[in-house]
């Protein structure tokens, strides 16, 4: 489940002006995701046209323009606007963002509209996003158990505040998913799944504690 604050089902937020919108450039792309509207329901959905300030969304429920909705969409994270207008077969919305965070979406869906055409190489390919959910559990093969906290995940790994650092290469299992230790910093460990996910939803079901 999408787990957010949102206001109530009546709550209708203030969308953004078509001139404001218009300030990005929208890419082909086809990336898959959940979303909630405001009355909590849940669907999954489908992006192919997306900017920095807007998306096109292919959706079983379009919800009503002015609607605020919540969305986790795969290689991208997490996006929140309101519903701009209804389209055939779902809706636009408009993205609330930081410059920063504007900023990242920006290069990732450059990569996402350019990867098939310049084959770009696949180590790269899943923005990485802060979980609802940071503490979890490392298990090593041995038994041991030690409290972590989450500080970013992806579809393919996570990065791990930790006390311990099990050598390169060994094996855990990170809050229910089988991983193995790929880097070390100061803090802790970057892991790396055992198989890439392809919803950061069931990521983040995954790494809740046992």
């Not at 609607?67 to 209804?86: F, L, N």
């Not at 965070?101 to 990732?108: E, F, I, L, T």
């Not at 050598?167 to 998913?177: C, N, S, V």
């Not at 193995?180 to 910093?185: I, N």
């Amino acid at each position: 489940m999408l787990i957010d604050d949102l206001p109530s089902p009546r709550f209708i937020a203030p969308v953004r002006t078509r001139a404001e919108a218009a300030k990005f450039q929208r890419v082909k792309v086809s990336v898959l995701g959940r979303y909630m509207l405001a009355d909590r329901r849940e669907f999954p959905c489908q992006v192919l046209e997306m900017s920095p300030g807007d998306a096109m969304v292919v959706a079983p429920v379009a919800g009503i323009v002015g609607e605020k909705v919540i969305a986790y969409i795969d290689h991208i994270g997490r996006i929140e606007g309101c519903i701009t207008s209804q389209i055939d077969g779902g809706f636009m919305m408009d993205i609330v963002a930081s410059a920063r965070k504007r900023d990242k979406m920006a290069a990732q869906l450059t990569w996402l509209a350019n990867k098939d055409i310049l084959n770009l190489p696949e180590d790269r390919r899943h923005e990485r996003v802060v979980p609802d959910i940071r503490h979890s559990t490392v298990v090593l093969d041995d038994g041991r158990r030690y409290n972590c906290k989450i500080i970013d995940i992806s579809l393919s790994g996570a990065a791990v505040e930790l006390d311990v650092r099990p050598a390169m290469g060994t094996p855990i299992t990170l809050g229910r998913m089988r991983a193995r230790v790929v880097r070390h910093f100061q803090n802790g460990v970057a892991v790396e799944f055992a198989s890439s996910q392809e919803m950061i939803t069931i990521v983040q079901q995954n790494l809740r504690m046992n």
